[in-house]
């Protein structure tokens, strides 16, 4: 079956940067987009950043927009979320998926499940 394994997280001082990497196995990486999402507490899980299974369209949700930056190694079937300048408010459970259901449209995202989910990675700013 579909694994994924999120790591990188930790805790980090208001204004640093982080690399998330997330494993994936159990299926044909280079078929698929991948993305990121992150759960807040109290909070919905709610959409990062995407990427296509290429490499060459990525999408973020505005809140992130140019401070993070998803990028993918289709040889070590591995994806990578990058984060600078972090804030406070970007505290919470990052999540790794594999775009399973097609939820990904290279400049876009339709909303709902990518399908298949890592265990998450907590990342915490301080201010």
């Known amino acids: 079956q579909v694994q994924l394994v999120e790591s990188g997280g930790g805790l980090v001082q208001a204004g640093g940067s982080l690399r998330l990497s997330c494993a994936a196995s159990?299926?044909?990486?280079?078929?698929?987009?991948m993305g990121w999402f992150r759960q807040a507490p109290g909070k919905e899980r709610v959409f990062v950043a995407a990427i296509s299974w290429s490499g060459g369209s990525t999408y973020y949700a505005d809140s992130v927009k140019g401070r993070f930056t998803i990028s993918r190694d289709n040889a070590k079937n591995t994806v990578y979320l990058q984060m600078n300048s972090l804030k406070p408010e970007d505290t919470a459970v990052y999540y790794c998926?594999?775009?399973?259901?097609?939820?990904?449209?290279?400049?876009?995202?339709?909303?709902?499940?990518?399908?298949?989910w890592g265990q998450g990675t907590q990342v915490t700013v301080s201010s």
């Open positions: 998926a594999a775009d399973i259901n097609r939820r990904f449209y290279g400049s876009g995202y339709y909303g709902g499940d990518f399908g298949s």
């Open positions: 159990g299926l044909t990486f280079s078929n698929y987009a």
